[in-house]
C-alpha cells in the first residue's frame, strides 16, 4: 500500500502516549502498511498496535479492491477503445469497396455504353451506296427481292469490302452462282449469306466455264443413259415386209 491513512479519534488514543511511543507507534505503522513487516514494540504504544494493524488491513484490504475495479475499469475502456477502433476499420474498408465497387460498376456501366454507341456506329456505317448497287444488281440477275437496308446482307457485304473486294467482285461472283444455280434446286441459295459469306473468295475464282461444263456434263449423261428398247419393233418391221405389195 503506497499511503496511510489515520483517523482523528485514533489520534486522540495516541494522546496518551509521549512523544518517543507515538514516535515508535507511528515508524511502526508506516513500516507495516508498505512491507507488512510487524514490529516488535515494547512501550505502551504496544496496546494500540492491534488497533493501528487492524486499521491498516482493512485500508490495505479497500485499496486492493480499488486498484482491482480500476484495472477492470481500464480493460473495460480499452477493450470498447479496440472494437470501436476495429469497427471504424471495418466501416473504412467497406466503405472503401463499395467505392471501388461503385467506381467499377459506373466504368463498367460507361464502357457498355461506350461499346453499345460504337456497335450503333457500326451497324450505320455497314450501310453504303455500294452495298446497295450490289443487292439492285443480285435482284435483277436472280429475280429475288432483297432490300438494300437489309442489315445481315449489307454486314456481308461491308465485310468483304473491308477485306479489298471491289463491287465488280460482287457482281462477278452473282454473275458466276446464276449461270450455275439460277436453274436448278441450288436456285435458293442466291442470297446474300451464301453469296457473300465465308466460300465468297473461291465463288470469285471460280473458272467462268464452270457452268458451261456443268450443264454439259449433264447433256452428256442423259444422250449415254440407255434408250427403252421396244421389243416389239422386229416383229412389226417382219410383218411389214411381208405383206409389202
Not at 173 to 195: F, G, Q
Not at 201 to 227: G, H, T
Amino acid at each position: 500500500m503506497k499511503y496511510l491513512k489515520i483517523f482523528t479519534d485514533f489520534a486522540e488514543v495516541m494522546g496518551q502516549l509521549s512523544d518517543a511511543e507515538k514516535g515508535r507507534l507511528f515508524t511502526a505503522m508506516i513500516v507495516y502498511a508498505d512491507c507488512g513487516e510487524e514490529p516488535k514494540l515494547t512501550g505502551n504504544e504496544r496496546i494500540l498496535w492491534p488497533q493501528a494493524k487492524l486499521n491498516i488491513d482493512n485500508q490495505k484490504d479497500s485499496y486492493d479492491k480499488m486498484c482491482e475495479v480500476n484495472r477492470q475499469n481500464i480493460s473495460k475502456r480499452y477493450e470498447a477503445y479496440q472494437e470501436s477502433t476495429d469497427r471504424n476499420e471495418s466501416k473504412d474498408k467497406s466503405t472503401d469497396r463499395y467505392e471501388r465497387l461503385r467506381t467499377a460498376t459506373k466504368t463498367y456501366g460507361s464502357k457498355q455504353d461506350k461499346d453499345k454507341d460504337k456497335d450503333k456506329d457500326n451497324i450505320n456505317n455497314i450501310y453504303s451506296p455500294a452495298a446497295a448497287d450490289i443487292i439492285n444488281y443480285l435482284n435483277s440477275k436472280a429475280g429475288t427481292k432483297f432490300k438494300t437496308k437489309n442489315q445481315l446482307a449489307n454486314k456481308k457485304i461491308a465485310a468483304r469490302l473491308h477485306e479489298g473486294y471491289s463491287v465488280d467482285d460482287f457482281k462477278k461472283v452473282i454473275d458466276n452462282k446464276c449461270d450455275e444455280w439460277l436453274e436448278s434446286d441450288m436456285a435458293k441459295y442466291l442470297r446474300p449469306e451464301t453469296l457473300f459469306g465465308s466460300k465468297f473468295d473461291s465463288y470469285l475464282n471460280q473458272p467462268p466455264q464452270q457452268a458451261e461444263y456443268d450443264n454439259r456434263k449433264q447433256f452428256i449423261f442423259n444422250k449415254s443413259s440407255p434408250k427403252k428398247v421396244n421389243r416389239d419393233e422386229p416383229y412389226r418391221a417382219f410383218f411389214e415386209s411381208a405383206f409389202k405389195p
